[in-house]
């Protein structure tokens, strides 16, 4: 069975600083996996995705993702937080046992400070 | 941004009315799914289809249901709408073929009183 642990609820980091909202997973497969982003009453926008192509993802606004099989970690880093980033982050996994489900994390708050 | 719609965004309504939310996608998706999440939880798969009549309960019981009589077309139906009913629901797609990520729409904030 596959599933996905977000390590923290909440992270708080300052405007200019780095951020890594970290993320592990388990998986019997070769997984897909994705971090999307939602802002509030907002649905989810894709960040980035590993397609087993490249273990360093590069997504949009600045974020990237390493995939780690050996650690099977999936950690979401930005160097430099923004205030737009203030956002609920989710890591996903593809179930790969053939129905095209997604299991979710629970997610994690980011809050930036000025 | 994806093409996926969903109406309407915010819906206050009383109890024991049918509602039904509108989710319409023009990306030509094969597979769509109804996700139930509470302010600040996770997302709860309740539906999801792989296509033109064919539907699927998810993994959270919900008294809702669904139908896929168009491929662009998910819509979900709450014959008797109740409190416990209150929550956001969002839409999602995906297209064939491997590593495919879900596309989602803004998603509708369901309030029942």
């Known amino acids: 069975a596959q599933s996905v642990t977000q390590l923290d609820s909440h992270v708080s980091v300052s405007e200019g600083t780095p951020v890594l909202l970290r993320c592990n997973y388990s998986s019997s497969y070769s997984p897909s996996l994705f971090w999307y982003v939602q802002h509030p009453n907002k649905g989810l926008q894709l960040l980035l995705k590993y397609t087993s192509a490249a273990t360093l993802v590069k997504g949009i606004n600045g974020f990237e993702a390493e995939f780690k099989k050996s650690e099977t970690s999936f950690h979401l880093t930005k160097p430099s937080a923004h205030m737009s980033d203030a956002a609920e982050y989710f890591c996903v996994v593809s179930d790969a046992s053939g129905t095209y489900k997604y299991i979710f994390g629970t997610g994690t708050r980011l809050k930036v400070l000025a | 941004e994806a093409d996926i719609y969903q109406t309407p965004r915010y819906l206050v309504i009383g109890t024991g009315k049918k509602i039904t939310l509108e989710c319409s996608q023009t990306?030509?998706?094969?597979?769509m799914y109804w996700y139930q999440q509470d302010p600040g939880m996770e997302l709860h798969l309740i539906h999801y289809?792989?296509?033109?009549?064919?539907?699927e309960k998810g993994d959270l019981s919900s008294e809702s249901t669904v139908s896929r009589i168009r491929t662009e077309h998910f819509p979900l139906t709450l014959e008797s709408a109740r409190p416990s009913h209150t929550s956001q629901y969002l839409c999602?797609?995906?297209?064939?073929?491997?590593?495919?990520?879900?596309?989602f729409g803004d998603g509708t904030r369901l309030s029942i009183l």
């Open positions: 999602a797609s995906r297209g064939t073929g491997g590593f495919q990520p879900q596309h």
């Open positions: 289809s792989y296509g033109v009549n064919s539907t």
């Open positions: 990306m030509g998706h094969d597979k």
